[in-house]
């Protein structure tokens, strides 16, 4: 809109429009108020709001579907963040959320939204229907199994580290705090390695890493 916007000025300013003389490649005053104007009135006409605006200048990408749970369950946490940072009302955020939703999950939306035809859709129920979806709960029982049964084994500190930090975004209550995180951290350790840390009594997850 900007663009269009500036154009508009240039084309002002080339066929002495508004009057002014102009000075290098600069815009008069005139023009240049003229121009904040008509920017004003093309972002109040625009069907995308300020919000989406700021969401589709790249804090939010498209979903297309996929076929990884991972994939999935970041999208909807970016989106979530995205929310949060342009201050997204509960009544829009699922307004938003379907303008990213392009190809087969837009197929799959329109369909799941056809089922629900007589029941308002919130944006809890929104998350529900796509997890549903792209994450359904036997794939959640299958991270959880990957988690409980996560050990360091033969990897780095560093490397345990980034797989618990991995798997450990979709155990909720599980490591809903510092200090469970820490005893499972913990627990997953190599034993000589577990009773050294456990000799300092380290009591959050911070402490431990």
Not at 23 to 37: H, I, P
Not at 95 to 106: I, M, T
């Amino acid at each position: 809109m900007l663009r269009r916007g500036l154009r508009l000025c240039r084309l002002l300013c080339a066929l002495r429009v508004c009057g002014c003389v102009r000075v290098g490649s600069l815009f008069c005053v005139a023009c240049t108020y003229y121009v904040a104007a008509v920017v004003l009135l093309l972002c109040r006409l625009s069907p995308v709001s300020g919000e989406m605006a700021v969401m589709s200048r790249g804090c939010t990408r498209e979903f297309r579907g996929t076929q990884d749970p991972v994939e999935a369950h970041a999208w909807l946490k970016e989106l979530e963040k995205a929310f949060a940072l342009t201050n997204v009302g509960d009544n829009q955020k699922v307004e938003y959320a379907k303008y990213f939703l392009k190809g087969e999950s837009n197929y799959w939306w329109e369909s799941a939204k056809a089922l629900e035809a007589t029941e308002v859709i919130t944006w809890d129920k929104f998350k529900r229907m796509f997890l549903d979806k792209y994450f359904p709960r036997y794939m959640q029982t299958q991270m959880e199994m990957k988690f409980f049964e996560l050990k360091q084994d033969n990897m780095t500190v560093r490397e345990y580290e980034k797989k618990f930090t991995e798997l450990s975004r979709f155990m909720g209550e599980y490591v809903d705090s510092e200090e469970k995180r820490e005893k499972r951290f913990q627990q997953g350790l190599k034993p000589w390695l577990r009773s050294r840390v456990a000799s300092f009594e380290l009591t959050t997850y911070a402490e431990v890493v």
